[in-house]
């Protein structure tokens, strides 16, 4: 399985333009899940779905994002209008819901996005 | 509701020293219980796992035991190397249904030669 799948790795937009982070889950699994790292917040989380489906939005810091997953296999993340604090290194997790506890997530490697 | 506390960092120590991450939690139940290591550049990987009061989890050198009485989760490995630096997180998830895990804020640790 090539794990979870991040685009792009890195990514350098103008203050105001409109972002877009993709994620691809892995194959079979119920739930995405999108991270925020800074130094300042640590992990956060912004938004996860179970079959698609968004459960939990409360992360999302503002307005101007925005998160679908219009099937099983991809999900994305938008910023419009992007701002200088929107700088971060943003996460897309996968999960499956096991018949056994303790499963955790698998982790993608991450966009790193700067705002200038 | 849930948490995860961990000891804040930097963890500086030289190559070959014992390492010991402490972790601890405030859940209700019996959560399942987490390490997450980062390295830099990367995103985060499941180091080790235990599901139940006094499982051991172990991945890589690196151990940890669940402690009901005392809620905690503390990493330990008995010699580092160079290449275990990197940032570790300490994270639950509960015990009915599906729960989204919580992290702690994350420990770095600097191993030097």
């Known amino acids: 399985d090539a794990g979870v799948i991040q685009s792009p790795r890195h990514e350098v937009t103008e203050m105001g333009q409109e972002v877009t982070l993709r994620c691809k889950p892995i194959s079979g699994h119920d739930y995405l899940f999108w991270y925020r790292q800074t130094m300042m917040r640590g992990l956060e989380l912004l938004i996860y779905?179970?079959?698609?489906?968004?459960?939990?939005d409360s992360g999302m810091p503002e307005d101007r994002f925005s998160a679908k997953m219009p099937n099983a296999s991809f999900s994305t993340l938008k910023i419009q209008p992007s701002e200088p604090r929107d700088s971060a290194v943003y996460f897309c997790?996968?999960?499956?819901?096991?018949?056994?506890?303790?499963?955790?997530?698998?982790f993608g490697s991450g966009t790193r996005l700067t705002i200038v | 509701g849930d948490s995860v506390t961990q000891m804040e960092g930097p963890v500086t120590l030289s190559e070959e020293a014992f390492l010991t991450i402490n972790c601890t939690y405030t859940?209700?139940?019996?959560?399942?219980l987490f390490w997450y290591v980062q390295y830099p550049g990367e995103g985060l990987q499941l180091l080790l796992k235990a599901t139940k009061a006094d499982d051991k989890g172990s991945n890589k050198g690196f151990e940890a035991t669940y402690r009901k009485e005392t809620t905690s989760f503390h990493l330990e490995k008995g010699s580092v190397q160079v290449s275990d630096s990197a940032v570790y997180f300490c994270?639950?998830?509960?015990?009915?249904?599906?729960?989204?895990?919580?992290f702690g804020t994350g420990t770095r640790l600097l191993v030097s030669p």
């Open positions: 859940a209700t139940g019996y959560p399942s």
């Open positions: 997790a996968s999960s499956l819901v096991p018949r056994a506890r303790g499963y955790g997530y698998t």
């Open positions: 994270a639950l998830s509960g015990d009915t249904g599906f729960q989204k895990l919580v």
């Open positions: 779905f179970n079959n698609n489906v968004p459960i939990d």
